[in-house]
């Protein structure tokens, strides 16, 4: 690690300077340093800590691991180099005491950033969340604590809040739909609907983690009438998802498991249905499934007729071609790819449109010839 070796008081830089002899280094391995600040002591057993290769830095690494409290709490007080920053965040973001003197550093970047947010429980990520500021000048702090399963659902609502009041548009998946959702319930919620909120969000998760369904298993299946229902093993977590508001629905559609966006697809708010399908987890089997539902919206289908990864497998085409609510002008772009005797299976089926029917009739006139 290279530092200016003019941004250090003179006891750390003969410390740090390539010649300095070894019972030196070894003291400031030790945190031992008369008339070094807390921040230059700091920055000494951070650089000694990942250079040298020698006594020093095993000491320095063994000091920082189990560093003394009143060498960091002095060392927070003032403003750390970049690299300082670094280490001590991936050291002690999550300690609460820690935290927001870190979050109070001019020289924490947004990569250091993003990390705290992504490792943040949820009391850390309330503690980044409320800092307005912080967040206003990084918004990419909105998306990582949002996509965070840890951080709370109303802090989450909160973040997204703030952006629409802002003007800030993101470009996260789902991001639009959470803002407009949260703009049609801009009134302020009583402190006990967040705390509902936050458990709801909790028990949708947990249910859906239960009754999980493997790739094999289906979510809905038909009555003899042709209808879509779904399955009786994932009633329960239909049954959450109703209690659910908008908002909760979209972030569980972007951070839930398959089972439970599968089933936010089919979600009569056309928010949640396309948050479901724009999720960074929507699998090539959860396409396929998705694919083959009448229930499901055209915008629905469109999104994924137009995502070149899920229509590279050949169940996902086939499937969206015989879907009737999937736009023509898809489904006549994925019928040249289809087999033959699919071909043929489409052109004689009184399930699809006619104009895939005449179209697939087409294709195979000029396959024959």
Not at 54 to 67: E, R
Not at 231 to 258: D, Y
Not at 289 to 300: G, K, L, P
Request: charge should be neutral; hydrophobic fraction near 45%; glycine fraction near 4%.
């Amino acid at each position: 690690m290279q530092i200016d070796p003019t941004s250090v008081g003179p006891a750390a830089r003969k410390v740090l300077a390539p010649d300095a002899p070894a019972p030196l280094r070894l003291m400031g391995a030790k945190g031992v340093l008369p008339g070094a600040s807390p921040s230059d002591l700091l920055t000494v057993i951070v650089v000694l800590s990942t250079s040298g290769g020698d006594s020093a830095q095993a000491i320095a690494a063994q000091t920082l691991s189990k560093l003394p409290r009143p060498i960091l709490e002095g060392a927070l007080s003032a403003q750390l180099l970049g690299p300082v920053v670094r280490v001590i965040a991936e050291l002690f973001g999550q300690d609460l005491s820690v935290l927001p003197r870190l979050l109070g550093q001019a020289a924490l970047d947004e990569e250091t950033l993003c990390e705290l947010c992504m490792k943040a429980d949820e009391a850390a990520g309330e503690l980044i969340g409320t800092n307005e500021a912080l967040v206003l000048s990084h918004p990419v702090v909105i998306e990582k604590l949002y996509m965070n399963k840890r951080v709370r659902m109303s802090t989450a609502d909160r973040l997204i809040d703030l952006a629409v009041r802002n003007g800030l548009e993101l470009e996260f998946p789902a991001f639009k739909e959470a803002a407009l959702a949260i703009r049609e319930q801009l009134v302020p919620e009583p402190s006990d609907d967040r705390n509902f909120s936050d458990q709801l969000f909790l028990d949708l998760d947990k249910t859906a983690n239960e009754i999980a369904l493997t790739e094999e298993e289906a979510i809905c299946e038909r009555d003899d009438e042709g209808n879509e229902r779904v399955v009786a093993k994932v009633v329960p977590l239909f049954a959450w998802i109703q209690k659910a508001t908008v908002t909760e629905k979209i972030r569980t559609a972007m951070l839930g498991n398959a089972t439970a966006r599968l089933l936010l697809v089919r979600d009569s708010n056309r928010l949640v249905a396309e948050a479901a399908v724009k999720s960074p987890r929507l699998t090539e089997n959860d396409a396929t499934q998705i694919a083959a539902m009448r229930s499901v919206s055209d915008e629905v289908l469109r999104q994924i007729a137009s995502n070149p990864e899920l229509v590279r497998g050949y169940q996902v085409k086939l499937n969206l071609v015989t879907n009737p609510r999937t736009p023509f002008t898809f489904a006549s772009r994925l019928l040249p790819h289809l087999r033959v005797n699919d071909l043929r299976a489409i052109a004689r089926s009184k399930n699809v449109p006619g104009a895939v029917n005449k179209a697939a009739k087409q294709m195979l006139a000029r396959r024959e010839h």
